[in-house]
């Protein structure tokens, strides 16, 4: 009975059409739940604004905000915030959708959100990325709070943009709102570990899975697409443990190293240059070429649909962790399978960063902060349940890590949904 959505025109490998697939594939696993999936298929809330700040030269710039709520039925909405000239309402509707799959499947009591603004922000002045920033946030202050939805950063954004938010939305309301957004500075609420949390959590399921394999980390070929604050991180954590990084590209290229590249060097060069700034260290060699480098671990860690088909034909990597939101279109999740290539998928492989907004969210309310250690030992404890169930899951199924994750996950979701009724 339920009409399509008018207001988005999904494709096969589009955000949205991706997401729709992966819910379409659980929904035998579902069981009388399985009344309740039109939910999950449409977002329950989603606001579009209008932008506009006076630009340093005087003139009047306009751009196009959005906020989606996906689901609330267990608890406040909780996602990122992403800058990004290509962001699309569509877009930030499946990215809020897939909020709302990862925080089920850690367990976390959130729903899931996202928001988004269309702009380039590397085109923008520190002043005027503020005004974006404010603006934007007085604009979606009607629908966010501390108990409705709390933003985080995403791509593009930062602590310094969360701090501005938190400001904007204190002012708006009076008074001084911490738990709004998650992701802020250490001394305004912030908690220790959110930064690196994200490429902790592709570290710790990546070295799980791994060991499933009975894959060596030390010595392991990594290939990583994408070289901010995801991909960085876990490139490190995985080094530590004795793997080469011997790919990294980032949006000004492409550098490879067979050897493996020196991240003592290449981290701090790529945050000013991006990775090319590093010739010294690698050879840079032509986009399309970085799907075909010699690997065991492929992390994605950029933005959605990077592995199609045909990337999906080429890789020589056993283990994909996808530390990005989305990178795997349907086709090319077959198509991996079919090679044999295990997939830790997005929803619960990146949930690290969420998890510990979670615990900053909590830390702000409760007032009292913890220490890094206790943070990190939660963190891998959260993180290390979630995958053994999905596994468990994946075995008794024969079923995709994937759809077992989507199946733990919307098993939560539904059941918290029948139970809360529908109202009226
Ligand atoms: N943007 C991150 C994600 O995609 C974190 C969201 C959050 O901490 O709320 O999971």
New binding site residues.
């Given amino acids: 009975m339920s009409e399509k959505l008018s207001f988005v025109n999904p494709t096969a490998n589009s955000p949205w059409g991706t997401y729709l697939s992966q819910v379409d594939r659980v929904v035998p696993y579902l069981g009388p739940l399985a009344r309740w999936v039109e939910t999950l298929k449409r977002p329950k809330r989603a606001l579009i604004v209008d932008v506009p700040i006076e630009m340093d030269d005087g003139t009047i710039a306009h751009f196009e905000g959005y906020r989606v709520q996906h689901n609330m039925s267990r608890g406040p909405g ?5 800058f990004h000239p290509d962001v699309t309402l569509e877009e930030v509707m499946a ?1 809020s959708a ?2 709302t799959i ?2 089920a499947a850690v367990n976390l009591p ?1 729903g899931g ?2 928001g988004g603004i269309r702009v380039d922000p590397k085109k923008l002045s520190l002043q005027e990325l503020e005004k974006v920033t404010r603006r934007y946030t007085s604009e979606i202050g009607i629908i966010i709070g501390p108990h409705t939805d ?6 593009n ?1 930062n602590a310094q943009i969360m701090a501005w938010m938190m400001d904007t939305y204190s002012m708006n309301v009076g008074g001084t709102a911490t738990g709004v957004v ?2 802020k500075p250490l001394h305004l609420g912030g908690s220790l570990g ?1 930064v690196k ?2 490429g902790r959590g592709v570290f710790v399921t990546g070295r799980e899975a791994a060991r499933r394999l009975g894959m060596d980390l030390r010595g392991a070929r990594i290939a990583v697409q994408g070289f901010g604050n995801v991909g960085s991180v876990a490139a490190e954590l995985f080094a530590e443990a004795g793997a080469k990084i011997v790919a990294v590209q980032d949006h000004t290229g492409t550098i490879v190293n067979s050897n493996g590249l020196d991240l003592a060097k290449l981290v701090p060069i790529s945050r000013t240059d991006g990775v090319v700034g590093f010739k010294a260290g690698g050879d840079i060699v032509p986009n399309e070429d970085f799907w075909g480098v010699a690997c065991d671990i492929l992390i994605p860690a950029a933005l959605e649909g990077q592995i199609t088909a045909e990337r999906a034909q080429r890789t020589t990597a056993k283990l994909v962790l996808e530390g990005a ?1 989305g990178p795997t279109v349907p086709v090319a999740d077959d198509i991996l399978a079919e090679r044999g290539v295990l997939v830790v998928p ?1 929803v619960i492989c ?2 690290g ?6 615990f ?1 969210w909590v830390q702000d309310f409760s007032s009292f902060f913890w220490d890094e250690d206790e943070i990190n030992v939660r963190l891998d404890r959260i993180m290390m349940n979630a995958l053994n169930q999905i596994w468990d899951t994946a075995d008794k199924h024969k079923i995709s890590l994937r759809t077992a994750t989507y199946a733990v996950a919307c098993e939560r979701i539904l059941m918290a949904r029948q139970e809360r009724g529908l109202y009226p």
Wanted: hydrophobic share 35%; glycine share 12%.
């Fill in positions: 909780k996602g990122g915030v992403r990215l897939w909020m990862k925080t959130y959100a996202k709390i933003p985080a950063p995403d791509v954004t998650t992701g959110r949390a994200t939101n997005d990146n949930a960063g969420v998890t510990v907004s979670y900053e």
